[in-house]
């Protein structure tokens, strides 16, 4: 018979064994499965953030576009294409680095109950350029039809989930499949100039969209569980929050994990990081806290090494976007997309970035620049090419006197040629006068970027032959 003493040693013992355990599972949040050091948890976080900023990010402007109606950027509810019968300009900031060289139309895609049926009507004009891009949750752009692809005669195609094991179906040209649940289908159509405006009109009047039940005139399956869409963080949330796991945990039910991440999905469960799991800060110690927003700022700094070396052209557009396969899983390229969200994959676009002066110096609206296209060194390209503005740090249009915030090709007729037949940009935040706007290229008054677009490039701008010419200050 055990004594009072030693029932309250037993006792106290077991006080301390579910003490001991509440510490614990405090620590490392009731859905962790192995306990990890915080040297550890600072490790997988770091490779988590740079693995889930994209699809945090992208599902920060979806839901802008597609979920939230009382967003001024809202655009249409799921499998409803909406057309935007103009370019953008400074009043659009959901999407960073927007082109305003094509209006677009954006259809936001859910095939968890049935496939979409995409109709395409032919184009009005052989060099009208256009182009439908598909973009996953992960942000890969896994398909593309239009010009480039699939030509200017339309067509019909079908686009599927990743549980649809159906056939092609009678009338649809091509089965476009997805590895997510969710999509966006991201339409350009080329505009000429301003009185251009009612053709482009009638093509994406044409741009038909209906689930495949609607298409083939049969019953529709059941509909798909309702999804209440959590709020998503703000940008700046985005680099601050620790609750950006748990956005990040929401999108990954909606992506299959593919065979290539499973022991990279393991290792994120560690911190409680994966599809449908829970991710609570409140429930860390300070020191595990301490842990994970210690691989955050690790995280940014690899981000930063990267935007270094696409300053210094090391890293391209072209390494940035792309199809799974392509991108090779490289996260941090992925990462650096966020940049220009939504950007083409290389073969349909290519995009040179100006961040410094031919001197290496940060681009400011304080200087004045040109940018000099020499006879017959125009950028290379089959459709068209393009200049654009953006202001530093928001990465957006900027609004200035004219109203202008690109040079593209098709104003070339109306640009001012130099004596041997070569082109001369100014860029600068002033007028250079009324007898020189022609080639005036406004920049806000302080730090700044420009894009090139060149859009279905030739075989020498993809091999490299022809590189973008460098800004030079005055």
């Keep these: 018979m055990r004594t009072v003493s030693s029932k309250i040693r037993i006792f106290a013992v077991a006080v301390l064994v579910i003490a001991g355990l509440g510490y614990i599972l405090k620590a490392r949040g009731a859905s962790a499965v192995d306990a990890v050091s915080p040297a550890e948890a600072r490790a997988i976080a770091k490779e988590a953030y740079i693995y889930g900023y994209p699809l ?37 900031v959901a999407v960073q680095t927007p082109n305003s060289d094509t209006p677009y139309s954006w259809l936001g895609l859910d095939l968890r109950a049935e496939p979409v049926v995409l109709t395409l009507p032919p184009m009005d004009a052989k060099d009208r350029y ?20 699939s030509g200017n005669d339309g067509g019909t195609f079908l686009v599927a989930g990743p549980d649809w094991k159906g056939e092609t179906p ?14 966006v289908a991201i339409y350009r159509t080329q505009l000429f100039s301003p009185a251009d405006l009612d053709n482009v009109k009638n093509i994406q009047a044409g741009y038909k969209v209906q689930t495949l039940s609607a298409f083939l005139g049969t019953p529709a399956p059941p509909a798909a569980p309702q999804i209440d869409f959590i709020k ?12 950006f796991f748990n956005i990040l945990n929401f999108v990954l039910q909606f992506c299959p994990t593919n065979p290539s991440e499973t022991e990279l999905m393991a290792r994120f469960a560690k911190i409680g990081v994966g599809a449908g799991k829970t991710f609570d800060p409140d429930k860390l110690t300070p020191e595990m806290k301490s842990a994970i927003e210690q691989g955050r700022a690790d995280a940014f700094a690899e981000f930063a090494g990267g935007v270094k070396q696409m300053t ?18 490289n996260y941090l390229n992925r990462w650096l997309g966020t940049i220009g969200i939504y950007g083409n994959s290389k073969q349909e676009a290519m995009y040179p970035i100006y961040y410094t002066d031919s001197s290496g110096q940060k681009l400011n609206g304080g200087s004045r620049y040109t940018l000099r296209f020499a006879p017959g060194q125009f950028p290379p390209v089959n459709a068209f090419w393009s200049l654009t503005m953006y202001e530093l740090p928001a990465s957006l249009l900027t609004a200035n006197s004219i109203d202008r915030y690109l040079i593209n090709s098709p ?30 290229l406004p920049a806000p008054k302080g730090p700044f970027a420009m894009y090139m677009r060149l859009y279905w490039p030739k075989k020498e701008a993809l091999d490299g032959k022809w590189t973008a010419p460098k800004v030079q200050r005055d």
């Design 130 to 149: 256009f182009s439908v891009q598909f973009t996953d949750f992960y942000t890969f752009n896994f398909a593309y039809l239009g010009t480039s692809t």
């Design 312 to 329: 210094e052209g090391k890293l391209t557009s072209g390494d940035l976007f792309g199809t799974r396969e392509y991108m090779k899983n």
């Design 232 to 243: 998503p963080l703000t940008l700046t949330e985005q680099k601050t929050s620790l609750e």
């Design 411 to 440: 104003m070339l007729p109306q640009l001012k040629r130099d004596a041997d037949g070569g082109l001369t940009l100014l860029i600068q935040n002033e007028s250079p006068g009324k007898d020189k706007e022609a080639n005036w």
């Design 56 to 92: 945090v990010d992208n599902y920060r402007a979806e839901y802008a576009y597609f979920v939230d109606r009382s967003n001024p950027e809202f655009k249409a509810p799921w499998n409803q294409i909406t057309n935007i019968p103009r370019v953008f300009t400074p009043t659009d």
């Design 170 to 183: 009678k009338g649809a040209q091509k089965v476009i499949r997805s590895e997510t649940e969710f999509i």
